[in-house]
């Protein structure tokens, strides 16, 4: 017998809920090591750079960490999307296929947004795909 959709709904969920829950359920001090020392001190490199060069510098140029921040976000969201795909452990894949995919649409059109801004308010869009690209 075939299952409704709220049963693939409850499922898909209930597979999300568990890959967030993973890392915190024990606390897993190796992922938050990797997660802070080499994504976001080592990958983050070239936002770093820009930090300090944005401080020594005279000119308003502080949209310029924005834009390092954009290319990190999509690095970051192109591993973890091909990451989710490659995980043998979802039986759902073909929801949260669709849900990354949207997901994807949102970070590519918040990357293309922090590009039209040359003022502080590239940060708005770079920070919220920051965000999304860090939390999956």
Do not use: C
Not at 24 to 42: R, S
Not at 50 to 60: G, P, T
Not at 90 to 118: R, W
Request: negative net charge; without cysteine; hydrophobic residues 55%.
């Amino acid at each position: 017998m075939r299952e409704s959709n709220s049963d693939n709904i409850g499922h898909i969920g209930n597979e999300i809920k568990t890959l967030f829950q993973t890392p915190f359920k024990p606390f897993n001090f190796p992922f938050f090591a990797y997660l802070l020392g080499v994504i976001i001190l080592f990958g983050g490199a070239g936002i770093w750079v820009a930090i300090y060069e944005s401080y020594q510098s005279i000119a308003d140029d502080k949209h310029l960490i924005a834009y390092n921040m954009a290319t990190f976000f999509m690095a970051i969201w192109a591993s973890a999307y091909i990451d989710l795909d490659l995980l043998e452990s979802i039986q759902n894949k073909l929801s949260l296929k669709i849900i990354m995919t949207v997901l994807f649409l949102i970070i590519v059109s918040l990357f293309f947004l922090t590009f039209q801004f040359k003022s502080s308010l590239a940060f708005i869009p770079a920070t919220i795909g920051f965000l999304i690209s860090i939390i999956i």
